[in-house]
C-alpha cells in the first residue's frame, strides 16, 4: 500500500481537525475566582457554556477556513482510500494529496489568523488568557493533514508499476 502513510496521517489529521474544530478551549483563563475558555463556537465560564456574543470577524474568518479545512480534508482522506483501492490511481492520489494539502493550509491561515488578532481582541486582558488545547490541536492537525498531502504526491510520483499508470493497457 504506497498511500498508507498518507492515509494514516490523513485520518489522525481529520480527526483532530474535528476536534480542535469542535471543543471550547482555544483560549483559558484560570483564576482564584475560577476558570474561563473561549472556542469558536461558545464561551465557558463559571459553570457555563453558551454561544459567543457578538463574535468579532476575525472569529467568523477563523471558523469559516476551519471548516472548509474539514470540507477539504473529508474529501481528500475520501479520495485517497478510493485510490488505494483503485487499480489506476495515480491521478486520484494526485487529486487526493492536493485536496489534502490545500486543507492543511487552510487550516494553517485560519490558525495564523486567530494567533495574530486575538491578542488585539483581548487587549489588556490578554496577560490573563493563554493558548489551550483545542488550539494546539489545531497546528498538530494542520501539520497532519499537510503531511498526508505530501505522501498521497510523493507515493503517486514515486510509483513505478505499471498498474499505477493513467494509461489505459499500459
Not at 461558545?42 to 457578538?54: A, D, I, K, S
Not at 491521478?91 to 494539502?101: D, E, I, K, N, Q
Not at 489568523?113 to 497546528?139: D, Q
Amino acid at each position: 500500500m504506497p498511500a498508507g502513510g498518507g492515509l494514516l496521517c490523513g485520518a489522525s489529521g481529520l480527526g483532530l481537525l474535528l476536534a480542535a474544530t469542535a471543543t471550547s478551549s482555544w483560549l483559558q483563563r484560570r483564576g482564584p475566582g475560577g476558570g474561563a475558555s473561549i472556542g469558536l463556537w461558545r464561551v465557558c465560564g463559571g459553570g457555563h457554556c453558551g454561544p459567543q456574543p457578538g463574535t468579532p470577524v476575525l472569529w467568523e474568518a477563523t471558523r469559516v477556513l476551519m471548516l472548509l479545512s474539514v470540507l477539504m480534508a473529508t474529501a481528500g482522506l475520501a479520495m485517497g482510500l478510493c485510490a488505494v483501492a483503485c487499480t489506476a490511481w495515480r491521478v486520484r492520489a494526485r487529486a487526493a494529496g492536493a485536496t489534502l494539502l490545500l486543507a492543511g493550509i487552510l487550516a494553517l491561515l485560519g490558525l495564523g489568523l486567530y494567533t495574530a488578532g486575538t491578542p488585539k481582541l483581548l487587549g489588556p486582558a490578554r496577560a490573563a488568557w493563554r493558548f489551550s488545547w483545542s488550539y494546539i490541536l489545531g497546528w498538530v492537525a494542520a501539520a497532519l493533514i499537510s503531511s498526508a498531502g505530501l505522501f498521497h504526491l510523493c507515493s503517486a510520483h514515486k510509483d513505478p508499476s505499471p498498474e499505477s499508470s493513467e494509461e489505459v493497457g499500459a
